[in-house]
């Protein structure tokens, strides 16, 4: 998070806010690398240590409640010594909402290694028991995988906008190419039957990627964008770390993994949380239409079930 690269503007109303909130000049120092969304800044607060600065343009009147919630899960998380910064502000203008957070001096990881893969499985059990927030990522991953739940006018009651959004273009993949169609009839027939989840026992991450990981060589420092945090199994954020360790010579990482996720939820489970995450990596490419990379994404999906299966 120390790596700073490219400059960024911000609208001058956006740092004024952040100024009466906090109660100190805000300069940009630029924009830190590493990661894949835009906004994500290293400012300088006059009198105080650097920060980190995130602003995401409003696209819905619930944002800054996302936001709020987002910052509850972190002072929650980290009594329990959960590994993430602290949120030292947020807030909202008529056109963002932004969020600013302690800078950690560390890197986003490259790749997740064999030892970085066993140190955040220890990271990803913190998460057991401390669901805090009704927002089910669980409930949602089933509805993902499975199709089912209502999608009257693109809007379930239990999701955001944006997770319905998101949900539609899901059930729209099989249309793209008859190899994405027949791996989605795949996921779909795995997770036939499995009934919804009764309970969301944890807090999930919902992003457990390399960029949101902060290392120092083989050192987990600290998990960073916590923005969409909720309740649910810590098993989706384990079916992330493995679909994230899907390397060759991480064949031994990734059964320990596989061992994990089975021991929280069981097969049946597994299967619906392992679906839901490859279709979310299939969505991915085909509605930003990097369409050269649909073909490994659907490699790789196939060869998760293929794993999976031969675990039962």
């Known amino acids: 998070m120390d790596q700073v690269a490219r400059s960024v503007e911000f609208p001058d109303e956006l740092l004024d806010d952040v100024a009466g909130v906090v109660g100190s000049e805000v300069t940009v120092l630029g924009r830190l690398s590493g990661g894949v969304n835009a906004g994500a800044v290293r400012v300088q607060l006059a009198g105080r240590a650097d920060a980190v600065l995130k602003a995401v343009p409003t696209a819905d009147p619930h944002d800054l409640a996302g936001t709020l919630r987002a910052r509850r899960v972190v002072e929650h998380v980290r009594a329990y010594g959960y590994p993430t910064p602290a949120w030292l502000a947020v807030g909202a203008t008529a056109t963002h909402v932004w969020s600013l ?59 955001t906008p944006e997770q319905a959004h998101l949900r539609a273009s899901v059930a729209r993949l099989g249309g793209y190419s008859p190899a994405v169609s027949a791996l989605v009839v795949r996921l779909r027939l795995v997770c036939a039957g499995v009934p919804a989840p009764t ?34 199994t810590r ?43 490859v279709l979310l990596e299939l969505e991915w490419p085909i509605r930003v239409q990097r369409h050269d990379a649909v073909a490994a994404v659907v490699d790789r999906g196939h060869r998760l079930l293929d794993e999976l299966i031969a675990l039962r």
């Open 199 to 232: 309970g969301a026992p944890d807090v999930v991450h919902a992003d457990l990627n390399p960029s949101n990981v902060l290392v120092r060589g083989d050192a987990v420092v600290a998990v960073v964008d916590i923005g969409n945090a909720g309740s649910g």
């Open 235 to 277: 098993a989706i954020d384990l079916a992330t770390l493995l679909w994230h360790a899907f390397h060759d010579p991480l064949d031994g990482a990734r059964r320990q993994v596989w061992t994990r996720i089975l021991d929280v939820v069981g097969w049946e489970d597994a299967a619906v949380i392992t679906a839901s995450r």
């Open 101 to 159: 957070v302690d800078v950690v001096d560390a890197a986003p990881a490259e790749e997740f290694t064999p030892a970085l893969v066993e140190q955040l499985l220890a990271v990803v059990e913190l998460q057991a028991g401390l669901a805090s927030e009704p927002y089910d990522h669980w409930s949602y991953a089933w509805r993902l995988a499975t199709g089912g739940g209502t999608l009257l006018a693109g809007v379930d009651p239990d999701e």
